[in-house]
């Protein structure tokens, strides 16, 4: 009958004096590259799970009426998402400050979720494309399996920069400013057709 016994590195005795080529040097090797494996997928599906939560997160604050929103409503629900811990973190703070205590590991955790979340968003955040309709659509019908992840279309958003904001002020600032001068053109092309009337007269 064949050993159906799953043997760990704990089992495999005097490992240093194994051969290279013996059964056991084998069965160490298949024992490593099987570790290895389990902590490759362990590690994969973790992070796959973490994004699924993401986009669930993402999925509720939607709004239910809208069919689909713009870039730019989705880069402030980037906004509140990376505010979403703040209000558990002050209050950690505040308890370490009342009773004198180092950081407990929920507080570093949620700071080192933040930092990541930011960096991640400066470099590009993906996300379900919530402009697209289609998409839109899918994402409300998911109910969280990371399988399904794949079927709905995603878009990645990077952080605005200050200058294109600026710059983006300055165009309103200066369209404003000659549609003024424009109206103030007007003013005077109207006077003057005034006083050349009363001139007339």
């Known amino acids: 009958m064949p050993n159906n016994k799953r043997h760990t590195l ?3 005795k005097k490992r240093e004096e194994l051969h290279p080529y013996s059964r056991k040097a084998q069965q160490l090797s298949r024992i ?3 570790k290895d494996k389990l902590t490759t997928t362990r590690g994969a ?3 796959k799970d973490l994004l699924a939560q993401r986009w669930m997160w993402f999925r509720f604050a939607l709004d239910e009426s809208l069919p689909c929103t713009t870039k730019a409503d989705m ?3 980037i906004e509140m998402y990376l505010e979403r811990n703040d209000d558990e973190l002050k209050r950690l703070q505040q308890e370490r400050v009342t009773t004198k205590r180092p950081k407990t590991s929920r507080e570093h955790m949620i700071e080192a ?4 979340d930011k960096d991640e968003y400066k470099s590009g955040m993906e996300l379900p494309d919530l402009t ?3 998409a839109v659509k899918l994402l409300r ?3 969280g399996d990371t399988n399904g992840m794949n079927l709905i279309k995603t878009i990645r958003l990077h952080k605005p920069v200050v200058k294109e904001v600026k710059q983006q002020d300055m165009m309103v600032d200066g369209d404003r400013q000659n549609k003024t001068k424009d109206v103030d053109m007007l003013a005077l092309e109207s006077k003057k057709g005034d006083d ?3 001139d007339t007269k």
């Open 45 to 47: 599906t973790t992070t």
């Open 10 to 12: 704990k089992t495999v």
């Open 113 to 116: 979720a933040i930092a990541s």
């Open 75 to 77: 880069h402030d629900m």
């Open 196 to 198: 050349v009337m009363m």
């Open 141 to 143: 019908a998911w109910e």
């Open 132 to 134: 697209n309709g289609k």
């Open 32 to 34: 490593i590259m099987r």
